[in-house]
Antibody, heavy 121, light 109 residues
Framework: EVQLVQSGQEVKKPGESLNISCKTSGYNFANYWIGWVRQTPGKGLEWMGIIYPGDSDTRYNPSFQGQVTISADTSISTAYLLWRSLKASDTAIYYC??????????????WGQGALVIVSS | EIVLTQSPATLSVSPGERATLSCRASQSVRSSLAWYQQKPGQAPRLLMYGASTRVTGIPDRFSGSGSGTEFTLTISSLQSEDFAVYYCQQYDKWPPLHTFGQGTKLEIK
């Protein structure tokens, strides 16, 4: 069974850094793209970017380029989303999700449970 | 960036009736469209990909159609568990800049 288990809720202050994780199991982690999706009440679901763990090919939505870093560690089948300096506007639920096809990024067939990130002074 | 516009924003339907949800793309995405269902406090769940291919385990009362810029998700006879928010997603382009629609809330009438 494919499983994606995310790290827990975080409460941070503006300017702080944060790294959230997505530990996967039940499939060959290196062979499927993993993406990150932001959900806010105002903007719905936003596709942030995606990584192919096998060769670390990473693609970003221009809206998030430079704001976050996506990475993956194949030795522990885990993907990460990193902020170096959080803003209040980063407050949201963040989902990791696996694509349904090994070749190219496409639909997301398996999702993590979501991680709530709250950024407040 | 391809913009997906879903309509209506909210759809009120009685159990047992048919629901038709629309997703329009700002430019052609061929058949590179997926549909998701999201219930409160849960992650989205994939229902359909390739515009019309139902995911294993999804009831056959769910069907998808369309290509290019116009897509439809139809639920033929609504069950209580179908009341949720539905999102479309396009995944057509490379380099990837995949986008979601803003969602349609399907509520009980």
């Amino acid at each position: 069974e494919v499983q994606l288990v995310q790290s827990g809720q975080e409460v941070k202050k503006p300017g702080e850094s944060l790294n959230i994780s997505c530990k996967t199991s039940g499939y060959n982690f290196a062979n499927y793209w993993i993406g990150w999706v932001r959900q806010t009440p105002g903007k719905g679901l936003e596709w942030m970017g995606i990584i192919y763990p096998g060769d670390s090919d990473t693609r970003y939505n221009p809206s998030f380029q430079g704001q976050v870093t996506i990475s993956a560690d194949t030795s522990i089948s885990t993907a990460y989303l990193l902020w170096r300096s959080l803003k209040a506007s980063d407050t949201a639920i963040y989902y990791c999700a696996r694509t349904g096809d090994t070749a190219i990024p496409n639909w997301f067939d398996s999702w993590g449970q979501g991680a709530l990130v709250i950024v407040s002074s | 960036e391809i913009v997906l516009t879903q309509s209506p924003a909210t759809l009120s339907v009685s159990p047992g009736e048919r629901a038709t949800l629309s997703c329009r793309a700002s430019q052609s995405v061929r058949s590179s469209l997926a549909w998701y269902q999201q219930k409160p406090g849960q992650a989205p769940r994939l229902l359909m990909y390739g515009a019309s291919t139902r995911v294993t385990g999804i009831p056959d009362r769910f069907s998808g159609s369309g290509s290019g810029t116009e897509f439809t998700l139809t639920i033929s006879s609504l069950q209580s568990e179908d009341f949720a928010v539905y999102y479309c997603q396009q995944y057509d382009k490379w380099p990837p800049l995949h986008t979601f629609g803003q969602g349609t809330k399907l509520e009980i009438k």
